[in-house]
T-cell receptor, first 115, second 114 residues
Framework: AQTVTQSQPEMSVQEAETVTLSCTYDTSENNYYLFWYKQPPSRQMILVIRQEAYKQQNATENRFSVNFQKAAKSFSLKISDSQLGDTAMYFCAFVTGGGADGLTFGKGTHLIIQP | KAGVTQTPRYLIKTRGQQVTLSCSPISGHRSVSWYQQTPGQGLQFLFEYFSETQRNKGNFPGRFSGRQFSNSRSEMNVSTLELGDSALYLC?????????????FGNGTRLTVT
């Protein structure tokens, strides 16, 4: 079975600090896509970053970057210069095999940015 | 461009009833997926529609069904509601031609079954 594990149920950091959210996954597939989604209290899931498994280079989007370690099946998210608006649930997810099983999500990490 | 629109935002139903949820994707998006989000099970894939055809299906009972119209709008139906169907139902759209395209989610429909 394909699984995603987010080992940190909740994290709290001060504004402007850097924080890293961990994610490990398990799949026997070699071709897949990885994602981080953010879900604020408004409930809407917002795409933070996307990584293609066959690309060695780590994806970055402004203050957000990933550390993708394919052999270790690890996909952590780093948020630099954290802002109050970053407070949200963060979900790690991946899709394989042409999308037949949809996105497989982790249980999420509740990130709280303190002023 | 307008985002993914889900209606209604909240629903309260009684056990045994049926319910229909609606989703309007982003203009030009032909793929619509549905997910169920609960505190216990987290986010689980229900099904995906592309060009009016169900392309993929998750591991849910037949009480959960859906359809997609020619304008890509999608509906999801749950029959014979059970208490365990209480959840946030999220709809997501994408261009759909290439798997692995990022999904764009709506705000969800919160279903409460009493």
């Amino acid at each position: 079975a394909q699984t995603v594990t987010q080992s940190q149920p909740e994290m709290s950091v001060q504004e402007a600090e850097t924080v890293t959210l961990s994610c490990t996954y398990d799949t026997s597939e070699n071709n897949y896509y990885l994602f981080w989604y953010k879900q604020p209290p408004s409930r809407q899931m917002i795409l933070v970053i996307r990584q293609e498994a066959y690309k060695q280079q780590n994806a970055t989007e402004n203050r957000f970057s990933v550390n993708f370690q394919k052999a270790a099946k690890s996909f952590s998210l780093k948020i630099s210069d954290s802002q109050l608006g970053d407070t949200a649930m963060y979900f790690c997810a991946f899709v394989t095999g042409g999308g037949a099983d949809g996105l497989t999500f982790g249980k999420g990490t509740h990130l709280i940015i303190q002023p | 461009k307008a985002g993914v629109t889900q209606t209604p935002r909240y629903l309260i139903k009684t056990r045994g009833q049926q319910v229909t949820l609606s989703c309007s994707p982003i203009s030009g998006h032909r793929s619509v997926s549905w997910y169920q989000q609960t505190p216990g099970q987290g986010l689980q894939f229900l099904f995906e529609y592309f060009s009016e055809t169900q392309r993929n299906k998750g591991n849910f009972p037949g009480r959960f069904s859906g359809r997609q119209f020619s304008n890509s709008r999608s509906e999801m139906n749950v029959s014979t509601l059970e208490l365990g169907d209480s959840a946030l139902y999220l709809c997501a759209s994408s261009l759909g031609q290439v798997w692995g395209s990022p999904l764009h989610f709506g705000n969800g429909t919160r279903l409460t079954v009493t």
